[in-house]
């Protein structure tokens, strides 16, 4: 059976060569050579694409790896390198509630939690016992704690929606952090509150949300509020700053993240949730943080505006498309929209363990068919204030989707509100754009969306 997805890397100990073979988005084999003896033969680590498995360190023989093999959210175990296979596995840092990555350096781990979409960090000796917590600013994301085994020093980064990322230098025989380089943005995290909260989905699922809002903030309904999600692929929005985002929000503006089913936040059983026939979880988790923001009087439906990329793209054409009413300015970015037919192109066919195909069976076709955006868009409705965006050369999600549903919501709408389509030339999904070319684009979104809700950036 052909892999899809082929990588291989060499541990740090020059010991072992590690290949990962997949074919989708999600599940692993892992296979392991002997780099010591000649001619060694390439043996399964872990076969099958059921589970995932990483190995994050090597030691006098032994293997570390990481792996969701019953456990959803993810635990470590070690095992000899001449029995590697998963019944030689031994547990050394077991499944929590919370989702788990693991990192090493200094002849240390670090555990790293995702707590309600926020990072907890933990140091750990390689025996599997606790040594301490590492102490974080707050609400926010970390990332780094890798280093050679003979290292004294880690440096990691620290970032939250109104703090920029910072780098910070770690002393790991101490457990002091110290500020190492600070970001050139001049901002006042003090002026700012990032507060979360939880709301029940339509099945009474409790769903963690960010809010990001200038301290002081009149909950009257008036406040122009832009809803992010993405809900997809194992993958956690987890916070992060922003420039584009905090003049936004300097200016009076709400800025919110939910944090949907199909991510990472909770593990496997969290993402799978929100995969196949039960996508349309991840829809009524973003459908009821419309509402209860408005029911909470951050904002109205004539302030609200949704937007979301890629999977999150299909979130929000999914979303408007069920519920037109709920929304004044909707942003769906190189999305997947045709859910008939995403898998026939480019890069599309790897996407099948969170959506399902039109060719798996009639359930799945039915399925998909009830709430693919471009299949769902009604002659004669009033669809909200609507800019869909995709470059020209989307090789990943091609820019087909985002053409048939621009035509499609244009060829529909019943009122005045305006439907563009902004096709970036030159350019691709979204990573690697220039500087430039991402000013003129958040430019274009922000005032789409306030010149649409009537409201005037002021400036200083």
Request: charged share 20%; hydrophobic share 35%.
């Amino acid at each position: 059976m052909p892999r899809r997805y082929i990588g291989g890397g060499v541990t740090e100990d020059q010991k072992y060569l590690v290949i990962s073979a997949a074919n989708a988005t999600y599940g692993n084999e892992l296979y392991l050579q002997d780099l010591t003896k000649a001619g060694a033969p390439i043996v399964p680590v872990a076969t099958g694409f059921d589970y995932e498995q990483d190995i994050v360190y090597t030691d006098g023989g032994k293997l570390f790896i990481s792996t969701n093999r019953n456990a959803p959210n993810r635990k470590l175990v070690v095992t000899d390198a001449v029995t590697p296979q998963p019944e030689h596995w031994k547990d050394l840092i077991p499944e929590t509630e919370f989702p788990l990555s693991v990192s090493t350096g200094g002849k240390k781990l670090f555990a790293q939690y995702l707590k309600d979409a926020v990072a907890e960090v933990f140091q750990y000796n390689l025996d599997g016992t606790k040594e301490r917590q590492i102490e974080l600013p707050g609400l926010g994301s970390a990332g780094g704690f890798g280093g050679k085994m003979e290292e004294q020093e880690l440096y990691y980064t620290y970032t939250s929606y109104v703090l920029p990322a910072t780098i910070y230098k770690y002393d790991i025989a101490s457990g002091k952090s110290s500020v190492y380089k600070t970001s050139n943005v001049k901002i006042d995290p003090t002026l700012y509150e990032s507060k979360q909260v939880f709301y029940p989905s339509k099945d009474g699922t409790k769903i963690p949300m960010i809010l990001t809002y200038k301290r002081g903030l009149k909950l009257d309904g008036k406040n122009p509020l832009m809803l992010y999600g993405y809900g997809g692929f194992n993958i956690s929005m987890t916070p992060s700053f922003s420039v584009s985002n905090m003049v936004f929000i300097e200016n009076g503006g709400v800025y919110a993240v939910a944090n949907l089913r199909g991510g990472g936040e909770y593990g496997d059983k969290w993402h799978n949730a929100g995969t196949k026939l039960q996508k349309q979880n991840v829809f009524d988790d973003f459908i009821t943080a419309a509402e209860y923001l408005i029911k909470e009087k951050y904002t109205s439906k004539e302030y609200l505006a949704i937007s979301g990329g890629s999977n999150g793209g299909l979130l929000v054409g999914a979303c408007m498309t069920q519920r037109p009413d709920l929304y004044r300015v909707c942003f769906p970015a190189v999305g997947v929209l045709d859910m008939l037919r995403y898998h026939k192109f480019t890069a599309g066919a790897g996407w099948a363990y969170d959506y399902g195909t039109a060719d798996d069976s009639k359930e799945m076709f039915d399925y998909l068919y009830k709430y693919s955006p471009v299949h769902n868009v009604k002659k004669g409705a009033c669809y909200p204030a609507t800019m869909v965006m995709t470059g020209d050369h989307d090789d990943r999600v091609v820019p087909a989707h985002s053409f048939k549903f621009a035509a499609s919501l244009q060829a529909a709408q019943s009122c005045e509100k305006p439907v563009l389509i902004r096709i970036e030339t030159k350019a691709g999904h979204g990573a690697g754009k220039p500087t430039s070319m991402l000013i003129d684009e958040q430019a274009d979104k922000w005032a789409f969306m306030l010149w649409n809700m009537g409201l005037v950036y002021k400036g200083k």
